[in-house]
């Protein structure tokens, strides 16, 4: 967060005026994964029934044991919705890989060495000494970092998951890959789960992370927030609301000066 001292006058105008951040096929691929983790999370921790690996109670892996008829139909179940979330996010990230995902890792994504001093001033913050965290961009070092987290964390589930469930495909001799790859997506899936509890407690509890929480339901996020958490992007937005405005005032300058010759000729006649 910028240390920028606004008026309260200011503050309130920036408040009110709204920015968009996220378009609709971004707040639905959000939600649909909330919901597929939900399920997928929750019956995945059902079938560590092992003693050894069991991290629920066993009334909660009983529960969903018998919500689904039976252990082998929970473990159908995780599977084919393991699948339909793989399908339909591989399907968004490839449908528009070109277009829309290699330019936003590049723009938005890369590390920069404000990232890099923001890691480090953010430490300071947390041990409670004196920081000044730099300007951010779209989305802050923290969040790029979760953001390589989830990408390494979902290639690895999805792979995995895959072999997992088709397993029975692969030659006698290759089957027993499987025993190596459950704890990698253990271990994936464990990753990700410890980015989204701390992803989830700042967005829902944190007062500065408001704006952003609701930009989730609605796609915008007040200016203010995004001038005090996000300057870089910020100023981008500004520029480009200028850039537009010039524009539309040009465009209203030539066809004021298209109609001139047109008013000159009804007033001559």
């Known amino acids: 967060m910028s240390d920028e001292i606004l008026s309260l006058a200011e503050r309130k105008r920036l408040r009110a005026k709204k920015i968009k951040k996220h378009g609709l096929a971004n707040i639905l691929t959000h939600w649909f994964n909330v919901a597929s983790w939900v399920i997928l999370l929750s019956t995945g921790l059902a079938l560590l029934a092992n003693p050894n690996l069991r991290i629920m109670p066993q009334g909660y892996i009983d529960f969903f044991s018998h919500l689904f008829g039976g252990v082998g139909q929970l473990v159908q179940a995780h599977k084919v919705f393991g699948l339909i979330w793989l399908f339909v996010i591989s399907y968004n990230v490839l449908l528009g890989f070109r277009r829309y995902f290699v330019p936003f890792a590049r723009k938005r994504m890369l590390l920069t060495s404000d990232d890099l001093s923001w890691f480090r001033e953010y430490g300071k913050k947390l041990l409670g000494l004196k920081y000044h965290l730099p300007p951010q961009d779209a989305y802050n070092a923290g969040q790029k970092a979760f953001g390589y987290v989830v990408i390494l964390g979902t290639v690895t589930i ?97 066809a004021r000066e298209a109609e001139t010759p047109e008013t000159e000729k009804q007033a001559t006649a």
């Open 158 to 254: 999805g792979l995995t998951g895959l072999i997992m469930t088709f397993a029975y495909l692969l030659p006698l001799e290759l089957r027993g890959i499987v025993q190596w790859l459950r704890p990698l997506h253990f271990l994936a899936v464990g990753g990700i789960v410890t980015g989204l509890v701390i992803h989830v407690y700042m967005a829902a509890f944190f007062p500065e992370e408001k704006s952003a929480f609701f930009s989730m339901f609605n796609g915008d996020v007040d200016a203010l927030y995004a001038r005090l958490h996000h300057k870089k992007w910020y100023e981008d937005k500004l520029k480009e609301e200028r850039a537009y405005e010039l524009k539309v005032r040009l465009e209203e300058l030539e």
